[in-house]
């Protein structure tokens, strides 16, 4: 079983409508939560850490529900500039190891 | 100027070769990282370092090696490249003594064996 897994899609999502997906992590003694940003070929770029109690930035909400295990990322008046592959990142006890999902793309249209 | 670099950005090799990929950095981080990256799959750690005398096997670093040769330099090895070793490779740093602080990639090296 993987340590962290998320649904690849694609979420083909038209401009302005609201796209949110969930990552799950087998390991419940996980410690922080992440999510990256991914551009075609590019590097991964962090878009925000997530709290228990839930955050926000801007467009983005995260939230984390420890007791089933699943962190999820929404995004609200999606742009076009959205459309990415955003990975689900969980630090687990150790204190060196992050464990990377696959990654869940995103594409907006216009 | 880019805050962590990476050569070179794409090879192509042939099974058996040695390759080295190098890794620079500006940010003044102590911790950096080897990952890579193949489809379908999460981004795993190769090898990591937390400081110049200190260099840390990851989840598969059979087929590699490291190089820590200064504070701002991190480069990895393959001794003689496999096909499966075909992979997207990035570099990555962080500051302080906790992998909760961001970890700042490089560009990737995309790396094809033959």
């Known amino acids: 079983r993987k340590e962290v897994e998320q649904d690849p899609g694609p979420f083909n999502v038209p401009e302005g409508a609201t796209v949110a997906f969930n990552c799950t992590y087998s390991?419940?003694?996980?410690?922080?939560f992440f999510w990256y940003r991914q551009d075609c070929r590019k590097e991964p770029k962090l878009l925000m850490s997530?709290?228990?109690s839930g955050n926000e930035d801007g467009r983005f909400t995260a939230q984390l529900n420890r007791a089933s295990q699943y962190i999820s990322l929404l995004i609200r008046d999606s742009k076009l500039s959205d459309s990415a592959t955003y990975l689900c990142v969980v630090n687990e006890d150790n204190d060196y190891k992050l464990s990377f999902g696959a990654g869940t793309t995103v594409t907006v249209r216009a | 100027d880019a805050d962590v670099t990476q050569t070179p950005r794409n090879r192509i090799t042939k099974t058996g070769k040695r390759i080295m990929l190098e890794c620079s950095q500006t940010k003044g981080h102590d911790r950096m990282y080897w990952y890579r990256q193949d489809p379908g799959l999460g981004l795993r750690l190769i090898y990591y370092?937390?400081?110049?005398?200190?260099?840390n096997k990851g989840e598969i670093s059979d087929g590699y090696s490291v190089s820590r040769q200064a504070q701002a330099k991190f480069s990895l090895s393959l001794e003689s490249a496999i096909p499966n070793q075909t992979a997207l490779y990035f570099c990555?740093?962080?500051?302080?003594?906790?992998?909760?602080?961001?970890?700042?990639f490089g560009p990737g090296t995309r790396l094809t064996v033959l």
């Open positions: 370092s937390f400081d110049v005398k200190d260099i």
């Open positions: 390991n419940s003694a996980s410690q922080s």
């Open positions: 990555a740093t962080s500051e302080g003594t906790s992998v909760k602080r961001e970890q700042f």
């Open positions: 997530v709290y228990s």
